[in-house]
């Protein structure tokens, strides 16, 4: 079955240790994006990819990094983790912008920052 | 900024209809998603509006009025899976989806 696929469910990390989450898809879309979900609150998008164009959110902390080696696969770094960003993490996928294009998610990584 | 508002709670009984309402004001608007999540897992697509009046699509129905900023997702026939949390988007440019904050929907035997 196609899908968006995140590795791992789960991470840990330590304040201030930088960590790559990581998300690949089998869809062939060429949008990308990646979203973050706290607990009991809306996602909130941070960046996507069309392509191999970037585009960052006004609001996203220069903290997370994006990267998008080919179609298949994206990762998200976050440089020096603090308490606040334990969150859940979404990737997205999208064959395209606009009109009634659907945003297909994976699983989601669940950070946590000791 | 966008503006997105839908109740936090709900509960209804197992085989009932539920309505779950949501008033957005957004600077734009190009189409209005709603998805389902359940507890640790990721949205999944529901429905979505462009033109104003409602979509069927089996037991779940979602209606559109873009003059009044207002949808509502309809579940009929509950089953005990329905619990989750449902997730209203509203797309104001051409990628951005802004979410509400989501309506835990508790279904009881």
């Known amino acids: 079955d196609a899908m968006v696929i995140q590795n791992p469910r789960y991470q840990v990390t330590q304040f201030g240790k930088p960590v790559t989450l990581s998300c690949s898809q089998t869809l062939n879309h060429n949008v990308m994006y990646w979203y973050q979900q706290k607990s009991s609150q809306a996602p909130k998008l941070l960046f996507h990819y069309y392509d191999k164009d970037f585009n960052n959110e006004a609001d996203t902390p220069d903290n997370f990094q994006s990267r998008r080696p080919n179609t298949s696969f994206c990762f998200l770094d976050i440089r020096s983790p603090g308490l606040g960003d334990a969150a859940m993490y979404l990737c997205a996928t999208s064959r395209d912008v606009g009109g009634g294009e659907t945003q297909y998610f994976g699983p989601g990584t669940r950070l946590l920052v000791l | 900024g966008q503006n997105i508002d839908q109740p936090t709670e709900m509960t209804a009984t197992e085989g009932a209809i539920v309505q779950i309402n949501c008033t957005y004001q957004?600077?734009?608007?190009?189409?209005l998603f709603w998805y389902q999540q359940h507890a640790g897992e990721a949205p999944t697509f529901l429905s979505y509006?462009?033109?104003?009046g409602l979509e069927e699509k089996g037991r779940f129905s979602s209606f559109l009025s873009r003059s009044k900023g207002y949808s509502y997702l309809l579940l009929k026939e509950l089953q005990m899976k329905d619990s989750a949390s449902y997730l209203c988007?509203?797309?104001?440019?051409?990628?951005?989806?802004?979410f509400g904050a989501g309506t835990t929907v508790t279904v009881r035997a």
């Open positions: 988007a509203v797309r104001d440019g051409d990628y951005k989806l802004s």
């Open positions: 509006n462009v033109l104003d």
């Open positions: 957004t600077s734009g608007f190009n189409g």
